[in-house]
């Protein structure tokens, strides 16, 4: 099986440029990103401080996660409710942030994210894809922007969906973000040694959605 893994920062658009490629290749997209936000999600429900190993690591056993295709998008539910939408407040990217620190988190994830891959053609997006996930994939990418720019598109984003965000916050959210993945004691956000450097701060959709085929094209001669 072929393993493409994308790693990168917050806002980067992995998520988005990974789903348009997982189409136009016909491999499996697995959004990790998504899988730590049901638990995020699921420990805000509960009351627990996501940060808190103590706190959460004894809710795992009540998590039962689900991911579907439906009409085309990849859905998460968790515990059988459909939470697609819920899982992207920002609230909840913080608390993502914060449940993926804890080891028996990462651990309780680990063993369904490398099935997934044994037995599929699989495309792969989060932070420690590359690094600690699937160490041996054909293809790895580190997908990044700037702060600035990674705010900016966010910003435009939650402006189109009706929302009245303030700039300077979300910007601060993204420096947050990026200091808690990186500077986490278990498998911190980093570029794996093998892994491509794409860098999106002056690039448009098409235009990175082809910088990502490039390398794919190089390393497997597919896209």
């Given amino acids: 099986m072929i393993n493409i893994a994308i790693d990168g920062p917050s806002g980067a658009g992995k998520s988005s440029l990974a789903k348009q490629l997982a189409q136009e290749l016909g491999y499996l997209y697995v959004d ?3 899988m730590y936000r049901a638990i995020g999600l699921y420990a805000v429900r509960r009351g627990a401080d996501p940060k ?3 706190q959460v690591e004894p809710l795992l056993p009540e998590i039962q996660l689900d991911i579907r295709l439906v009409e085309g998008t990849q859905h998460i539910y968790l515990n059988g409710e459909d939470v697609s939408t819920d899982i992207r407040a920002e609230k909840i990217g913080m608390a993502a942030s914060g449940v993926s620190a ?3 988190v990462r651990q309780f994830l680990l063993d369904t994210q490398r099935d997934l891959a044994r037995a599929n053609n699989v495309l792969m997006d989060g932070r420690d894809i590359g690094t600690v996930i699937l160490p041996h994939a054909q293809v790895k990418i580190f997908l990044t922007a700037s702060d600035t720019a990674r705010a900016q598109r966010r910003y435009k984003e939650l402006v189109e969906k009706g929302q009245t965000p303030d700039y300077e916050q979300v910007l601060a959210d993204i420096r947050q973000r990026d200091y808690q ?3 986490r004691a278990v498998a911190p956000l980093r570029q794996a040694e093998d892994a491509v450097l794409v860098d999106t701060s002056h690039l448009n959709l098409e235009e990175s959605l082809e910088a990502l085929k490039a390398v794919i094209r190089e390393k497997v001669g597919q896209a």
């Fill in 52 to 54: 808190n190993g103590e």
């Fill in 181 to 183: 993945d990186s500077h």
């Fill in 102 to 104: 804890i080891p028996a």
């Fill in 32 to 34: 990790t990103g998504a």
